[in-house]
């Protein structure tokens, strides 16, 4: 699901950083053909994420000699002490690629972590679980992909996949009717609109104004519920802003259809996974 030639530049770029003209430790202390087996372990329980990637990190340094048998995948959950790889390669490949290799599958799985655990927070309710463009600049196509590996959506890639009218667009724009009414004038057929609104006069003139998805901005549940009921099926709305574990499930509860959290990408804790040398 993801470029080969964007990981592999996300890649050279991170080993770019880590290593300048030598590994200082490395390359001083072992043998140049020397070879090892390594594990990837997990240390806590959580969601898989990010193995295809990491093991690239090693076929990068390594073109030839490597190789890696790999006991758990993408989506698998996993327990505390699970064997999620093991690799066999040079030595100082291993050594120099080991902390590149951690950071992404690591943070790609405590996004794939995290969407899950949202997922189940809301299951039986008809909400979707969504994540946010705020991701961190260069990594957005990992995170993205992290978080449909936890059974979450995606919402919109970028700028261009949709037009989306929040506070700034429409105060800018001269009111609701008349930014969402230039827009579709513009917009080709297979561009949706959505709008941000922050009361319920906004909401109603969004159904006015005809616009397919509905942004309920920082709304109480209590007024998103009165939302769900007068919009009716007749957009689609999402719940955004501020949202917890905490108060996801009394949101999804609402009726609204998506709820969409920067968090999954912009503040996720890295989910635990060690590289150990037999």
Do not use: W
């Not at 080969?4 to 300048?20: Q, R």
């Not at 590149?100 to 979707?128: C, D, F, P, Y």
């Not at 499930?249 to 804790?269: K, P």
């Amino acid at each position: 699901m993801i470029n080969p030639i964007y990981i592999d530049n996300i890649i050279k770029t991170a080993l770019l950083e880590d290593i300048n003209y030598l590994d200082s430790t490395t390359d001083y202390l072992i043998d140049e053909n020397q070879e090892n087996s390594a594990r990837f372990l997990a240390k806590s329980d959580g969601v898989l994420c990010g193995i295809g990637v990491a093991l690239r990190v090693f076929e990068i340094l390594q073109p030839q000699g490597f190789s890696a048998e790999v006991f758990k995948h993408d989506g698998d959950k996993l327990k505390k002490g699970d064997i999620i790889a093991e690799i066999h390669g040079n030595t100082r490949a291993l050594l120099k690629g080991e902390r590149t290799a951690l950071n992404l599958i690591q943070h790609m799985s405590g996004i794939a972590t995290a969407t899950n655990r949202a997922v189940e927070i809301i299951k039986g309710t008809n909400a979707s679980i969504a994540d946010t463009r705020k991701t961190l600049p260069g990594l957005r196509p990992l995170q993205k992909y992290a978080v449909t590996v936890g059974g979450g959506k995606n919402h919109r890639y970028n700028l261009s996949d949709a037009a989306m009218l929040k506070d700034n667009h429409v105060d800018a724009g001269g009111g609701i009717k008349n930014a969402v009414a230039k827009l579709k004038s513009k917009l080709g057929h297979m561009t949706k609109v959505e709008l941000e609104v922050r009361n319920l006069d906004e909401l109603r003139e969004a159904l006015d104004a005809g616009v397919d998805v509905i942004m309920l901005d920082n709304m109480s549940c209590e007024m998103m519920a009165e939302a769900v009921e007068i919009t009716n099926g007749s957009a689609l709305l999402e719940a955004s802003g501020g949202i917890t574990d905490e108060t996801l499930r009394q949101i999804a509860e609402t009726g609204v259809d998506i709820i969409s959290m920067g968090a999954l990408t912009h503040s996720v804790t890295a989910f635990d996974i060690s590289l150990k040398i037999i």
